[in-house]
């Protein structure tokens, strides 16, 4: 019983560790981010083939949120990770810093302090 805890807890950190760069590679479109998502998903992939014993007695037999919360996590991750590598434009600021120039440029306002 101790050895499937561990797997389930390990899983759960690799499977967070996943979606966190994957939600990062998806934001910040880094490359950087990108490939170390891919390198947690590969991880929780293999500990989910190699173990999937564990995980499918858990969600089956005794409803444990541990393996549910892990396949959540990696399944999530990747999604992030499609949508990192299909969506092509990086965040881009132009619009914002644009009409933060064109406020700070512009020609003051009269302004009636009794009104």
């Known amino acids: 019983m101790g050895g499937g805890l561990f797997v389930y807890l390990f899983g759960i950190i690799l499977a967070t ?6 939600i990062l590679a998806y934001n910040r479109k880094d490359p950087v981010f990108f490939w ?9 992939t293999i500990g ?6 564990y995980y499918f ?6 409803a444990d949120a541990f393996g549910l919360i892990a396949i959540g996590a990696w399944i999530i991750s990747i999604v992030f990770l499609v949508l990192s590598k299909v969506n092509k434009k990086p965040n881009d600021d132009n619009v914002t810093d644009a009409f933060l ?4 440029n512009a020609d003051d306002e009269k ?5």
Not at 57 to 62: D, F, G
Request: glycine fraction near 6%; charged fraction near 15%; proline fraction near 0%.
């Open 101 to 104: 120039d064109e406020i700070i």
């Open 111 to 115: 302004w009636d302090a009794e009104s």
């Open 48 to 53: 989910l083939v190699l173990n999937v014993q």
């Open 17 to 22: 560790a996943g979606l966190l760069f994957g």
């Open 57 to 62: 007695y858990a969600l089956t037999h005794s």
């Open 36 to 44: 170390l998502a891919v390198s947690f998903d590969v991880l929780v």
